[in-house]
């Protein structure tokens, strides 16, 4: 008989094991899949695709999530805020009502909704990429998160778009003056028509889409754009020959995602999203510096390769320009928050150099 229990306990103990085995393979299964009410596909919102630093950002998140969540969340990137028929200020009310799941986007566009989002487009009042770290990293760039939040998204990282330099196809700009009466395209809020005004210029609204086949016509002389998106739109071919490096403004990115959307996964599945949007944000930011933090700026020299005369501005010139728009600055402080710019300015002046 010995033999025969002994059998039978070899079978319980297998029988035993194999149901662990199918249980974990379940838990397993169960993991993999996503719960019932999880949308097959989720709709990320960009302005510029993969070709672009900012597009990449959006692609990075977007992989590391589906790889971190096994295909429970797969999100699909809709570039040209195609979601938006390509009306790039309407994006944030968009986000909000659920027509779009998550974006990165720029503090720029969303700045019509969002007041305190015109911080980053006071002129001049950025002077390095320190200077924004320093306040996207920082105390300010929390209260911008509580604000976003407040305005019914949920915030989790900054990326970047980059200084905004201006060009065009008429001359070279060194001075206030060299802008008079020129027809510069500019996008977001009333901000960026106080500023051209300011310096004399001729500032018309509109979208990117609209703006390329505008500079090409010659219906606007200039626009104002990070090199990366200059380089990568191929400016220079459509007129696009005088540039000038003034870092009057810088553009920030946000990762963010719709309330709803977010209030859907689980606590895990959030955590995974918030921190590969870190992660991408952190890497798309690098990405969006490349050519210009080296002491040599490959970029500019690529640029220069191209036939587009680069001027870089010296610190007296710079300042000529910043104080010709002083007066717009003291305006949009009270309307962003004169709290929240003086807390942004104490940031910048405490900024540890990179
Ligand atoms: O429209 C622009 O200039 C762009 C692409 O930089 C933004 O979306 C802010």
């Known amino acids: ?34 719960p019932a009410h999880y949308k097959a596909e989720y709709r990320l919102s960009l302005v510029l695709g993969t070709a672009y630093p900012w597009g990449k950002g959006g692609e990075i998140w977007a992989n590391l999530v589906r790889e ?42 969303w700045s019509p909704q969002v007041k305190q989002l015109n911080l980053f487009a006071l002129p001049f009042l950025l002077p390095d990429f320190a200077a924004i770290d320093a306040l996207t990293q920082g105390p300010v760039g929390k209260d911008l998160f509580n604000t976003l939040e407040k305005s019914g998204v ?37 901000l960026f028509l106080d500023i051209f005004t300011a310096l004399g210029a001729n500032p018309t609204q509109m979208s990117w889409a609209d703006a390329q086949p505008a500079l090409a016509s010659g219906a606007v002389d200039g626009q104002e754009n990070p090199l990366a998106v200059f380089m990568a739109s191929k400016l220079q071919t459509v007129g ?48 969006a510096r490349k050519g210009l933090v080296e002491t040599d700026k490959p970029l500019v020299k690529e640029l220069t390769g191209l036939g587009v005369t680069v001027t870089q501005l010296q610190p007296a010139e710079r300042e000529a320009f910043a104080k010709a728009t002083r007066p717009v600055y003291d305006k949009w402080k009270s309307t962003i928050g004169a709290d929240l710019v003086g807390r942004a300015e104490k940031s910048i002046a405490e900024r540890k150099p990179q």
Not at 5 to 33: D, I, P, V
Not at 92 to 97: E, I, K
Not at 249 to 277: E, G
Request: some cysteine; overall charge positive.
């Open 154 to 190: 949920v915030p989790l990282a900054w990326g970047e778009n980059g200084y905004r330099e201006i060009s065009n196809s008429k001359k070279d700009i060194r001075r206030p003056e060299d802008l008079k009466g020129m027809k510069i395209r500019v996008v977001g809020s009333p």
């Open 68 to 109: 971190r969540t096994q295909g429970r969340i797969n999100i699909k990137l809709y570039p040209g805020v195609s979601l938006i028929q390509g009306d790039q200020t309407r994006e944030f009310t968009a986000l909000r009502q659920g027509v779009i799941d998550l974006a990165v986007g720029s503090t720029i566009n």
């Open 1 to 34: 008989m010995a033999p025969i229990r002994f059998k039978l306990r070899t079978l319980l103990a297998a029988a035993c094991a194999a149901g662990a085995l199918a249980a974990a393979g379940l838990a397993q299964a169960q993991n993999a899949a996503p």
């Open 240 to 287: 696009q020959k005088h540039l000038t490096l003034w870092g009057y403004i810088a553009d920030p990115l946000l990762f963010v995602v719709n309330k709803d959307v977010w209030a859907s996964w689980t606590p895990a599945d959030r955590d995974i999203v918030r921190q590969a949007a870190i992660d991408a944000g952190r890497q798309q930011v690098g990405i």
